[in-house]
């Protein structure tokens, strides 16, 4: 709910911690700013950047660097075009959402990575939010979209698998995520035992939106998770959840650069909170509440590996 005071401040309605409605003024300078002109050339730039990461994704995990070799396009184009068109889908739907709630979200500023390709993109919005379920709407609506063509396209993929299948990887792959290795172990069977297996390009490109997807998804800062935590949980329960997950990235880092990586990005890009909503006392109703804890739930399984015993013990790895 919000009130104006003349043109230089807005009142904001939220609650302290004894959940009692306080009024907070903020200046008015404080509102968001739309998209600059330099802002907008930075993104295109980094778009540019992520077609050719994600090219170059595509020839490591073919086993050859595509920078060095760019006359085999061809090879990883299938991979390539797949990754760009989740990473458009998500983008669309965060815009599509943001249009029919009438805010506005700043264009996509994606982020190369050489080894999957992107982490994906951040978005500020240009406009206030009215309440709390438009921050959830608007963030859960690209990694859903994201997500379920990433997913629909790995089901494809590992169905269509067969022996002499375009791809051959190590079944060690299917060990690095939970959700992925146990789908493939019922769908693939026995394939799985050996130490190496053919695929179809589907299931590459299934996993790495998967990954992409679930990246946004963890609840720190303005990630997509992060504006979740806070949309459900407000902004104290956000702040704290933002801290945990830099713990456990910290940790990974140990196992895993690309966990260092992404604790820079979210560190100097986005570990600040979401600004106010005008009305921060509504909170998103329960079906929501329920649809973001299941998809905290799912990012956790597609980004924890099978321990090696695990593994073992599902067939998983020759």
Do not use: C
Request: glycine share 8%.
């Amino acid at each position: 709910m919000r009130k104006k005071t003349g043109d230089r401040f807005r009142l904001f309605l939220v609650a302290d911690p004894a959940d009692k409605p306080v009024v907070i003024v903020l200046p008015h300078k404080k509102d968001p700013h739309s998209t600059t002109l330099p802002q907008k050339i930075l993104a295109v730039l980094l778009m540019v950047a992520t077609v050719a990461t994600t090219f170059e994704a595509g020839g490591i995990l073919l086993g050859f660097d595509f920078f060095s070799a760019p006359d085999r396009y061809a090879e990883v184009l299938p991979v390539a075009l797949g990754v760009l068109a989740i990473l458009a889908t998500h983008e669309i739907a965060h815009q599509l959402v943001a249009r029919y709630h009438q805010v506005r979200f700043s264009w996509p500023f994606f982020i190369p990575i050489i080894q999957i390709g992107s982490f994906g993109a951040f978005n500020r919005f240009e406009s206030l939010l009215p309440n709390r379920t438009v921050l959830f709407d608007v963030a859960f609506a690209g990694p859903v979209a994201g997500g379920l063509v990433s997913f629909l396209l790995l089901l494809t993929g590992l169905i269509l698998s067969h022996e002499g299948s375009l791809f051959q990887i190590s079944t060690q792959f299917f060990q690095s995520s939970v959700l992925v290795g146990s789908l493939a172990r019922i769908i693939l069977g026995s394939a799985l035992t050996q130490s190496i297996v053919d695929i179809s390009p589907l299931v590459i490109i299934g996993w790495l939106g998967l990954v992409i997807n679930s990246i946004n998804l963890m609840p720190a800062g303005i990630l997509d998770g992060g504006r979740i935590m806070q949309a459900i949980y407000g902004r104290k329960v956000a702040g704290r959840s933002t801290l945990a997950t830099f713990g456990v990235l910290a940790i990974a880092s140990f196992v895993n650069p690309l966990a260092f990586y992404w604790a820079l990005v979210i560190f100097i890009l986005q570990r600040n909170l979401e600004s106010p909503s005008l009305n921060e006392l509504s909170e998103p109703n329960d079906l929501r509440a329920a649809l973001g804890l299941l998809a905290l739930f799912l990012m956790i399984a597609i980004l924890f590996p099978f321990t090696p015993a695990l593994a073992q013990r599902f067939g998983i790895g020759g």
